[in-house]
Nanobody, 126 residues
Framework: QVQMVESGGGLVQAGGSLRLSCAASGRTFSDYTMGWFRQAPGKEREFVGFINWSSGSTYCADSVKGRFTISRGNAKNSVYLQMNGLKPEDTAVYYC???????????????????WGQGTQVTVSS
């Protein structure tokens, strides 16, 4: 089993910044992909971005590209989601998830991930 814990959410004004952290513990993999998703009230869970742990390669959705950055954390099996230029439409619960190597499916879909955190609320006021 893998436990995922997100932290760093909160209330911020439009144009502000937040940094979310995600830490994985328990059974971990030598190579894995960690994704960030978000879910606003009444909407489906939406892909935000991912990072491949071994290569460090990242990708963010068009809706956040240029504003959000994903990076590896200082601690092993941890990643950050740096969010700048926040907009009210970024308000959502943010989740991190991990998928094992060779897991089929696109990294942009929720069904392609094995373990999920409980989420952290991000609220952006206008």
């Amino acid at each position: 089993q893998v436990q995922m814990v997100e932290s760093g959410g909160g209330l911020v004004q439009a144009g502000g910044s937040l940094r979310l952290s995600c830490a994985a513990s328990g059974r971990t993999f030598s190579d894995y992909t960690m994704g960030w998703f978000r879910q606003a009230p009444g909407k489906e869970r939406e892909f935000v971005g991912f990072i491949n742990w071994s290569s460090g390669s990242t990708y963010c959705a068009d809706s956040v590209k240029g504003r959000f950055t994903i990076s590896r954390g200082n601690a092993k099996n941890s990643v950050y989601l740096q969010m700048n230029g926040l907009k009210p439409e970024d308000t959502a619960v943010y989740y991190c998830a991990v998928r094992s190597p060779n897991r089929p499916g696109s990294v942009t879909t929720t069904t392609s991930y094995d373990y999920w955190g409980q989420g952290t609320q991000v609220t952006v006021s206008s």
